[in-house]
């Protein structure tokens, strides 16, 4: 008999498009481990906060923060759920922290570090060899699974983007009062950081398959990926 090919989804785009939404929808209609990759990224400058390894800029402290490396340990809690698995900082759950306002202001920084990028990009491979996964980042389809099975591309203008995160951030965090000018201004920040760094900047893999959901619901952001993936994947299994 033959086997069921491996099935790897990866969605990059640029912050605040909506990508882990869609993840998350994906992995519940197909039963998949969701690995939310920016997670990974927001636990080690939660590390980096607490443990003063960044300057008043937000500029990691290199040669500390790779000293400490081997001290930090990013995982996934999968016990009640492989499709919302709770992400863990040295065993600890850290769902909530890793959305503050100072983690936002900090994470492209960190993440531009190539010693940060290669431990978790080797932690993501492994995680995504277990089983069918969705994946969401900035350079899954590029360099963590450039065989990936289908890659999406997310977009949507600044203006959503700002509107989506400044509500998400007046739901999920009680003590914040920023304007949305101020949400968009960090947002267009981070799409700076992420598409200009040396080490794996955000780019569209040649191979994905953009979706602007500027005017989609929820719902019909998910019909279509579904359709998607539907298409590629029996293709792959003639
Ligand atoms: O998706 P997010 O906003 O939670 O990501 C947080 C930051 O982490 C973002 O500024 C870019 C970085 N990131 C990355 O460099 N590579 C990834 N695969 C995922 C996120």
Known sequence: MEETKQLIIAIDGYSSCGKSTLAKAL?????????????????????????NLLDSEGQPDSKKLEQMLPAID????????????????????VQNEIRSVEVNANVSK???????RKKLVEAQRKL???????????????????DATVKLFLTASPDIRAQRRYTELKQTNP?????????????????????????????KAADAIEIDNSDLTMEGQLELALQIIKNKYSQLQK
């Open 27 to 51: 992995a519940k209609s197909l039963n998949l481990l969701f690995i939310d990759t920016g997670a990974m990224y927001r636990a080690v400058t939660l590390f980096a906060l607490q443990n």
């Open 74 to 93: 990013v995982s996934f809690d999968i016990s009640q759920s492989i499709q919302n698995p709770v992400i863990l900082l040295n065993g600890e759950n």
């Open 110 to 116: 960190v993440a531009a570090n190539s010693l940060v």
């Open 128 to 146: 995504g060899r277990t089983t069918h996964v969705v994946l969401d980042g900035r350079d899954v389809g590029t360099v963590v699974f450039p």
């Open 175 to 203: 003590s914040f009062n920023g304007t949305i000018e101020e949400v968009k201004a960090n947002l267009l920040e981070r799409d700076h950081i992420d598409t200009t760094r040396a080490d794996s900047p955000l780019v």
